[in-house]
């Protein structure tokens, strides 16, 4: 199992900047891909950035450029660097791991955008 906690997220204006942080323990040997989904109220869940341990990255349309996904493998941990915040951010932001064919997902933290 792969136990995934986030942390900072939060109320921020239009404009703003936000960094989270998702930290992995457990069985966090073979972790391949780590990432970033959000969903906002009354819709799916979508994919914003994603990352191979190798640092390989994908980021959604919608948020190059202002979105970026890093990681620190020495820490488990990976993050998004978040500029240039919109309120079409609002949303609560899910950290995701797969580990061979399984998907582990963290509790979610919210990011609300101001106007």
């Known amino acids: 199992q792969v136990q995934l906690v986030e942390s900072g997220g939060g109320l921020v204006q239009a404009g703003g900047s936000l960094r989270l942080s998702c930290a992995a323990s457990?069985?966090?040997?073979?972790?391949?891909?780590m990432g970033w989904y959000r969903q906002a109220p009354g819709k799916q869940r979508e994919l914003v950035a994603t990352?191979?341990?190798?640092?390989?990255?994908n980021h959604a349309d919608s948020v190059k450029g202002r979105f970026t996904c890093s990681r620190d493998n020495a820490k488990n941990t990976v993050y998004l660097q978040m500029n240039k915040l919109k309120p079409e951010d609002t949303a609560v932001y899910y950290c995701?791991?797969?580990?061979?064919?399984?998907?582990?997902w963290g509790q979610g933290t919210q990011v609300i955008v101001s106007s």
């Open positions: 995701t791991a797969l580990k061979g064919s399984s998907y582990y």
């Open positions: 457990g069985s966090i040997f073979s972790i391949n891909t």
């Open positions: 990352i191979t341990s190798g640092g390989i990255t």
